[in-house]
């Protein structure tokens, strides 16, 4: 059987729970439709856990028979985005006793990680670059570097991140370079400031971009 956590709202506006009348809420639960506080819902009696540590977020959710999701919507993103989890706050302590337990375990891990991880984008930006100077031999050097970097960056979703991408598939490899002289060659950074529509500024700037591609294809 699949288990349902509770959901808990931070509410960008305070609210006050509509059967005890507490309030401003900091954290309530809406339960069809109606606001209440944590100890209406009976969920008072967890302790919040702030996100950010995995290995102690895990070890306190299953350890904790009861546990909520704790979440606040973002109005530029339009989506309700996690903030914690409330728990049993016994099983935040015995999460907390593990976690320093074997602290230097997880961070010898995570340094091996970290240098696994920085070999990794090494390579996918070499190769990057490496087919850039085969596409566009007369590119120079610095912007070779440059556009490789960008479109490679790890968590970026970027062309160099794309499966297209890692595929050195030509139009994706091109379309990171086309990119590049997009902001960096012609005005269409300084058209989008003058409130030019994007696609208008595109087409504007289309032909400069295509004269520098040629000038590099050689």
Do not use: K
Request: net charge positive; hydrophobic share 45%.
């Amino acid at each position: 059987m699949e288990l349902v956590a509770p959901v808990v709202v931070e509410p960008l506006r305070r609210r006050r729970c509509a059967e005890c009348g507490a309030g401003p809420l900091e954290r309530m639960v809406l339960e069809f439709n109606t606001r209440l506080c944590l100890d209406c819902a009976d969920l008072g009696h967890l302790v919040f856990l702030p996100r950010g540590d995995t290995a102690l977020t895990r070890r306190a959710r299953e350890g904790s028979a009861l546990w909520a999701l704790v979440v606040r919507h973002n109005r530029r993103r339009t989506r309700y985005e996690r903030q914690g989890l409330l728990v049993e706050e016994a099983a935040l302590a015995a999460a907390e006793a593990a976690c320093l337990a074997d602290a230097e375990v997880r961070a010898r891990r995570r340094a091996r990680d970290a240098v696994r991880r920085a070999a990794q984008d090494v390579r996918v930006r070499e190769t990057l670059a490496a087919e850039i100077r085969r596409l566009f031999p007369r590119c120079p050097e610095d912007r070779v570097a440059e556009i490789a970097t960008h479109a490679s960056q790890r968590g970026s979703g970027r062309v160099g991140r794309t499966a297209a991408g890692r595929a050195l598939d030509r139009g994706a490899v091109t379309a990171a370079v086309r990119a590049s002289v997009r902001h960096v060659d012609t005005e269409y950074d300084v058209l989008l400031m003058r409130g030019v529509p994007r696609n208008q500024a595109r087409t504007r700037v289309a032909p400069v971009i295509d004269t520098v591609l040629r000038a590099w294809r050689g």
